[in-house]
């Protein structure tokens, strides 16, 4: 037999009160999470864009994978262009950032090899709506691959990066730092550009130092601005110049942050790297420009303790 139900006192009133209150807020805590993301997957996803020629590309990539460590994934040969074309295609996975790399068997149709990185989304259609409505240009619409869709957009100042959607969704691991983003933009477009790419990635700008070390960019005891933005694509490292920029500067498209700087660039060295600039000590981290076989130039730093 079982027992009369009681009324449920005060206290249990309020504790249901909130739990259900918890339940309702999860659905919409879930919606918020997703809103912030945007259309962005994950850093891991953002693949920096290498072309190099056939002859060069077994000792590029394995001289990357002697230096950061990871692996390659199988090399193919296949069209992945809008038009017809044919390219060898590999994937390299390093933990301090991805690669997406092309060895071109015929002629590179325009514009690719301008674009500097390949940005995962989880819908092609919403990303080139919220890129359009943030300012960017749709440059080349969206074209199937062997194993998805891509587009290539182009924001203010010229930067131009490839939208990419895979009808299977890759899962990668999560890497152990996350790459920058590289990117030169001059004084009359800085601004512009980083309002509409914090638009599309809702991401957020984490520094703003417009009297930075120009030492880093080659041309010691100047200052330069330095703009420093995170989102769930990953870093991005916005440089704003005069155009003055000594070589190898601006040739590079991605910096990766490594655990010690010395350790790697003779990893790097042993592997068949140049080292076209020595580590400069740049106040928060010592940097370094390696260029790799096949002439791939990497900005590589290692961040001091706070």
């Given at each position: 037999?079982?027992?009369?139900?009681?009324?449920?006192?005060?206290?249990?009133?309020?504790?249901?009160?909130?739990?259900?209150?918890?339940?309702?807020?999860?659905?919409?805590?879930?919606?918020?999470?997703?809103?912030?993301?945007?259309?962005?997957?994950?850093?891991?996803?953002?693949?920096?864009h290498v072309y190099i020629?056939?002859?060069?590309?077994?000792?590029?990539?394995?001289?990357?994978?002697?230096?950061?460590?990871?692996?390659?994934?199988?090399?193919?040969?296949?069209?992945?262009?809008?038009?017809?074309?044919?390219?060898?295609?590999?994937?390299?996975?390093?933990?301090v950032g991805n690669l997406?790399?092309?060895?071109?068997?015929?002629?590179?149709?325009?514009?690719?090899?301008?674009?500097?990185?390949?940005?995962?989304?989880?819908?092609?259609?919403?990303?080139?709506?919220?890129?359009?409505?943030?300012?960017?240009?749709?440059?080349?619409?969206?074209?199937?691959?062997?194993?998805?869709?891509?587009?290539?957009?182009?924001?203010?100042?010229?930067?131009?990066?490839?939208?990419?959607?895979?009808?299977?969704?890759?899962?990668?691991?999560?890497?152990?730092?996350?790459?920058?983003?590289?990117?030169?933009?001059?004084?009359?477009?800085?601004?512009?550009?980083?309002?509409?790419?914090?638009?599309?990635?809702?991401?957020?700008?984490?520094?703003?130092?417009?009297?930075?070390?120009?030492?880093?960019?080659?041309?010691?005891?100047?200052?330069?601005?330095?703009?420093?933005?995170?989102?769930?694509?990953?870093?991005?490292?916005?440089?704003?110049?005069?155009?003055?920029?000594?070589?190898?500067?601006?040739?590079?498209?991605?910096?990766?942050?490594?655990?010690?700087?010395?350790?790697?660039?003779?990893?790097?060295?042993?592997?068949?790297?140049?080292?076209?600039?020595?580590?400069?000590?740049?106040?928060?981290?010592?940097?370094?420009?390696?260029?790799?076989?096949?002439?791939?130039?990497?900005?590589?730093?290692d961040v001091k303790p706070?």
């Amino acid at each position: 037999m079982s027992s009369p139900s009681r009324p449920i006192s005060f206290r249990g009133r309020a504790m249901l009160a909130a739990a259900l209150l918890v339940l309702g807020a999860a659905p919409a805590l879930a919606k918020d999470a997703a809103h912030a993301a945007g259309v962005a997957v994950a850093p891991q996803y953002d693949t920096t864009h290498v072309y190099i020629a056939t002859a060069d590309y077994d000792a590029f990539v394995n001289s990357i994978i002697a230096t950061f460590g990871g692996k390659p994934s199988p090399r193919i040969t296949a069209n992945i262009m809008p038009v017809p074309s044919s390219t060898q295609a590999q994937y390299v996975w390093t933990p301090v950032g991805n690669l997406s790399t092309f060895a071109f068997q015929t002629p590179i149709p325009y514009p690719f090899g301008e674009e500097r990185t390949g940005y995962l989304v989880t819908d092609m259609d919403q990303a080139l709506k919220a890129a359009r409505a943030a300012g960017a240009e749709v440059i080349v619409d969206t074209f199937k691959d062997p194993i998805g869709l891509d587009a290539v957009i182009q924001w203010p100042g010229g930067v131009k990066m490839q939208l990419y959607w895979h009808t299977t969704a890759p899962s990668y691991g999560a890497l152990e730092t996350v790459p920058e983003n590289r990117v030169y933009v001059s004084k009359d477009s800085a601004d512009v550009f980083v309002h509409d790419f914090l638009r599309f990635s809702r991401g957020k700008v984490t520094s703003d130092n417009r009297k930075a070390d120009a030492g880093e960019i080659g041309r010691a005891g100047e200052t330069y601005r330095r703009i420093r933005i995170e989102s769930a694509f990953g870093k991005m490292q916005v440089l704003v110049t005069d155009g003055h920029i000594p070589y190898p500067y601006g040739h590079e498209l991605t910096g990766n942050e490594v655990k010690s700087l010395a350790e790697t660039l003779d990893k790097a060295k042993a592997a068949g790297a140049t080292v076209l600039v020595p580590p400069y000590d740049a106040g928060d981290r010592d940097t370094a420009m390696v260029q790799f076989p096949g002439g791939y130039i990497a900005e590589i730093h290692d961040v001091k303790p706070h």
